[in-house]
């Protein structure tokens, strides 16, 4: 029933900027936390960012290495989230993947109920 689609992956220059999205069908954003992921050949899956819900307001989280580069967003009407990636890093270089569940999904696996499929973003030099 539900379904996560990423789009916007790619290849910028380093410096360059980036917008994922995932669609979200089956479950509209605003009933469930929904962040990103990310893989790079080689090293573990490691937590970009999330959007969470509590006590009906929404939360950002980040990881320390995207802080202040990268912003989450949501779009209620199209059931869609955003990762807005700037300043990139040829060490932001992965795949990166859109997840759904609760709200302790950053650092907690088990609490993902759906994955994207993932999407290829390339930071060149």
């Known amino acids: 029933q539900v379904q996560l689609v990423e789009s916007g992956g790619g290849t910028v220059q380093a410096g360059g900027s980036l917008r994922l999205s995932c669609a979200v069908s089956?479950?509209?954003?605003?009933?469930?936390?929904v962040g990103w992921f990310r893989q790079a050949p080689g090293k573990e899956r490691e937590f970009v960012a999330a959007?969470?819900?509590?006590?009906?307001?929404?939360?950002?989280d980040y990881a320390d290495s995207v802080k202040g580069r990268f912003t989450i967003s949501r779009d209620n009407a199209k059931n869609t989230v955003y990762l807005q990636m700037n300043s990139l890093k040829v060490e932001d270089t992965a795949v990166y993947y859109c997840?759904?569940?609760?709200?302790?999904?950053?650092?907690?696996?088990?609490?993902?109920?759906?994955w994207g499929q993932g999407t290829q973003v390339t930071v060149s030099s």
């Open positions: 959007d969470r819900r509590s006590g009906g307001n929404y939360y950002g």
């Open positions: 997840a759904a569940g609760a709200n302790t999904l950053a650092n907690n696996p088990s609490s993902i109920f759906y």
């Open positions: 089956g479950r509209i954003i605003g009933s469930t936390a």
